[in-house]
Structure formats: C-alpha cells, structure tokens
C-alpha cells in the first residue's frame, strides 16, 4: 500500500517561490500516475498538475500554468511541485495524490480518479 506525505509547505511572500514534496513509502512507486491538487478555504478541491509514471507527460491547471513544474525522481519515491510566482490566491492546503496507472499515458485532472492521498501541506503567501 502506497503511503503519501507532503512536506516543504510554508509561508511566502507574494512573487515568491515555494518546493512542496511528496514522498511514498510504498513499493512500486513508477507505477503510479501523481498528482497535485489544492483547497482553499471555503472553497473545493480543485486539481493543480499531474504526472505520468514516468515523468515524460505533465498537465495543468490553467490558474497555474507556466508558473508551477511538476517533477518526479521515481529512485527516491518522490513527486515534488515547484511554485514560482506565487499569488495570494494560491493560498491553500496541497495535497499530494496517487493513482494506479501501470503505463497508462493519460492524464488524470479529477480527484475521483486518485484513490490515494496525502494529509496536506499548508502553503501561505502573503502580500
């Protein structure tokens, strides 16, 4: 079973960057499809970026592209979200999810389609 923690969460400055992480303690981790979401106060779960298993397909959230890079390093078991640019409004809670994909290419944007999720990582940015 595939466990999923993020870390790197914080609080910056409007303009700032930001590295969240997520680590799996599971086996197998190559082949899994990672994504990342965010939930803002009051507000729903609402998909970021996700990854393929073997990194060489991304996509994202419209809010976010061309400022936040998803990455993955299948050696170390770890997906990891860098965020440049930062707004106010990306204020949330990130979490980190998993869904078994074996080498299935698709993209996944929905949350219904992770089965596996991470406890979240708070990401603060002031103005």
């Known amino acids: 079973q595939v466990q999923l923690v993020e870390s790197g969460g914080g609080l910056v400055q409007a303009g700032g960057s930001l590295r969240v992480s997520c680590a799996s303690s599971g086996r197998a981790f190559s082949n899994y499809a990672m994504g990342w979401f965010r939930q803002a106060p009051g507000k729903e779960r609402e998909f970021i970026a996700t990854i393929t298993w073997s990194g060489d397909i991304t996509a994202y959230a419209d809010s976010v592209k061309g400022r936040f890079t998803i990455s993955r390093d299948n050696a170390k078991n770890t997906v990891y979200l860098q965020m440049n640019s930062l707004k106010t409004e990306d204020t949330a809670i990130y979490y980190c999810?998993?869904?078994?994909?074996?080498?299935?290419?698709?993209?996944?944007?929905?949350?219904?389609?992770?089965?596996?999720w991470g406890q979240g990582t708070q990401v603060t940015v002031s103005s």
């Open positions: 999810a998993a869904r078994f994909s074996g080498r299935d290419n698709r993209s996944f944007r929905n949350s219904y389609e992770y089965a596996l």
